[in-house]
């Protein structure tokens, strides 16, 4: 008698297990199989070259490579392929920035003249501008791919210092805090300022703080003339689209602040849950970074990050996009979703993050 009423239990809970599991299978119910069609499509349409990932929280419920890394040498994508993010890096430059801030050693307050010496800008102007202004866009200042960048030899810009040149004559555009007006120039200045508070270069502090931090191992900003192994070539169609072209010649020779390194999906990954995690910043903090900022007339971008989606589908990250690159970022905050996108095509993720989306 005890052992059929010990059997029954065994059995019941082995049921209510099973039946809990169901269910939190259920609640991941999104169609891979549409979206695996889907991109196959696109690949055999040569519309997409890149790389993709969609995960419900730690669990990576579909990847895929498509297309070609380098068609000089006939390689294919693969989904460890490293690739430019554009003005993606704006979300590290940004995550940086806030750790000195919780560490105390900068203010979103301070003015940018306290950390810049004005071979940069002139104190009538650096004296105007707050580390908030830059990080969200609404410094008055605009961007260092002007004329001067365009007509000279890529290889000049390698440390933040080589940019000097191109920013000394700006001028702003409006009082600083009054609007939203998208400034590359801005962004590479907090790097200025993470190197003056820390003493370290832009590029070890990152390394150190965010990088190494959150194990992106195939994540950093390189040299373009170096040999950098499983590394995707951006290219465009000619004019008359009779052929293709890469981006070499067009894009900085190594990237910054303000974008320009290189990544994968799974380190995009990795970086979104320890972001949501609070592994990078503690929650305000990390909150105060992807929230929406109405004072500086701005409600789809916080500091360094874009925000949109809805009430109860909050979506937060960045999207880069040059001739020949297209990436991009959404954490799903109130769903647990996150999707990443990284094309060595330009103009050509759109398609696929509406597809997830539409899943979704």
């Not at 929230?291 to 109860?312: A, D, H, I």
Request: aromatic residues 10%; positive net charge; charged residues 20%.
């Amino acid at each position: 008698m005890r052992k059929t009423i010990l059997m029954g239990s065994i059995l019941a809970l082995l049921t209510c297990n099973a039946m809990a599991k169901s269910k939190q299978t259920s609640m991941v119910d999104i169609d891979t199989a549409k979206l695996d069609a889907y991109m196959h499509e696109l690949a055999s349409k040569d519309e997409f070259s890149g790389t993709l990932l969609l995960a419900k929280g730690e669990e990576v419920l579909y990847s895929g490579a498509f297309g070609l890394a380098s068609k000089r040498f006939n390689v294919h994508n693969n989904k460890d392929t490293k690739f430019n993010l554009g003005s993606m890096n704006k979300m590290f430059t940004s995550v940086a920035i806030m750790q000195l801030v919780e560490k105390g050693k900068l203010s979103l307050s301070d003015k940018l003249g306290k950390h810049l010496d004005d071979t940069w800008l002139p104190k009538s102007i650096s004296d105007q501008i707050e580390i908030q202004h830059l990080l969200s866009h609404s410094s008055g200042l605009g961007s260092y791919f002007n004329r001067d960048f365009i007509t000279s030899a890529r290889e000049r810009f390698r440390s933040l210092d080589d940019f000097k040149k191109l920013i000394q004559n700006e001028k702003l555009k409006f009082k600083p805090g009054e609007r939203f007006s998208y400034s590359n120039t801005g962004m590479l200045l907090l790097g200025v300022v993470i190197e003056s508070v820390t003493k370290q270069s832009y590029f070890d502090y990152i390394q150190q703080n965010i990088y190494d931090r959150v194990g992106m191992t195939n994540t950093g900003s390189f040299d373009m003339d170096h040999p950098i192994p499983n590394l995707a070539i951006g290219y465009m169609q000619n004019k008359n689209q009779t052929g293709w072209k890469n981006n070499l010649f067009m894009h900085v020779i190594k990237g910054g602040p303000a974008g320009g390194g290189f990544s994968t999906i799974a380190d995009l990954h990795k970086f979104a849950l320890a972001l949501t995690q609070y592994k990078l910043l503690n929650k305000q903090n990390t909150e105060l970074l992807y929230s929406s900022k109405p004072q500086f007339n701005s409600s789809t971008y916080g500091y360094g990050f874009r925000v949109k989606g809805e009430e109860n589908d909050r979506i937060v990250g960045h999207d880069g996009a040059f001739p020949g690159i297209d990436a991009n970022l959404d954490i799903h905050l109130d769903k647990g979703y996150i999707t990443v996108v990284l094309a060595n095509y330009g103009r050509s993720a759109k398609p696929v993050i509406n597809k997830m989306n539409e899943l979704l």
